[in-house]
């Protein structure tokens, strides 16, 4: 037996390739696969073109994928069918990625798991069954705190010179994209969420400044407002962050958890061994039995 775990977000996907004992036997990266802008040809162009792909793929026997937008039905079909033209001898199983950042950060408690990266989202995991109590409304209605949320604020203050005339200028010096640029990419181009989301960097390059200090203190309190709070056990169990911005701004998502008494139980960046432990555990006996 040779089990592929994937975790994709929308701009990245990691994989590891286990044994039977659950020893890693490689791990690889590939783009994120999101069902609302990838479809099940553009899964398998990606995949097959793939050199670690393309030398393991005979001998996988199962595949476990969680990725960001598989959220329904018809969305796993995508992503599911793309994966199973390329690994045709394994049984092929996705689901959401909240689903794979839930088990990924399960310590024996109930908790809620939260993603904020490209995108965000947030659950409950009682151990047995993941709840949502909001939707996941994407980078146009939701995301807040995500990347693509700040890179959305950012842009815009760019083009309606509301930035600091340095700030200003070395966005100009970095990036050299003019207002008809960002509209193309926003609007027209492939992936707009990646787009919005990679200017990121740029933002935690110049945290300190006062006007991008207010905005993750802004989409932070958004978030744990609306994706948080939600659930009845917010303020007595721990709550859990995964992704690029939840990381990399902990200092900040801490300081505004700390306002409501919220119990910061993981924050990591990315949730692949974790959801490796977990499938060797608790999903591998099930399959095997």
Known sequence: MRVLIADSGSTKCDWQLLDASGKELMEFHTMGFNPYFHSADKVQE???????????????THVFFYGAGSSSA???????????????????????????????????????????????????????????????????????????WHGKKLLAAKLYHHLPAEIEADFDATYGLSKNDIIDHVYLKEDPNVFLASFMTFIGKHKEEPLFKAWLSEGFRAF?????????????????FIGSVAYHFQEELRAEC????????????????????????????????
């Not at 409501?260 to 591998?284: R, S």
């Open 46 to 60: 990606v995949m097959s073109a793939h050199a670690d792909v393309d030398a393991i793929k005979e001998g996988v």
């Open 74 to 148: 018809a969305l796993c079909t995508v992503i599911e069918e793309g994966l199973q033209r390329v690994f045709n001898q394994a049984k092929v199983t996705v689901d959401h990625d909240l689903v794979g950042a839930a088990y990924s950060t399960y310590d024996g408690r109930p908790g809620i798991t939260c993603i904020i990266g490209t995108g965000s989202n947030s659950c409950h995991f009682n151990g047995s069954n993941v709840s949502e109590e909001v939707p996941a409304l994407a980078y146009i209605l939701g995301d807040e705190a995500s990347g693509s």
């Open 224 to 240: 744990l407002d609306v994706h948080v709070k939600c659930f009845a056990g917010w303020s007595s169990e721990p709550v859990h």
């Open 258 to 289: 700390a306002k409501d008494g919220i119990e910061v139980g993981q924050i990591i960046k990315k949730p692949i061994d974790g959801l490796a432990a977990y499938h060797m555990k608790h999903i591998l006996p099930q399959v095997e039995s």
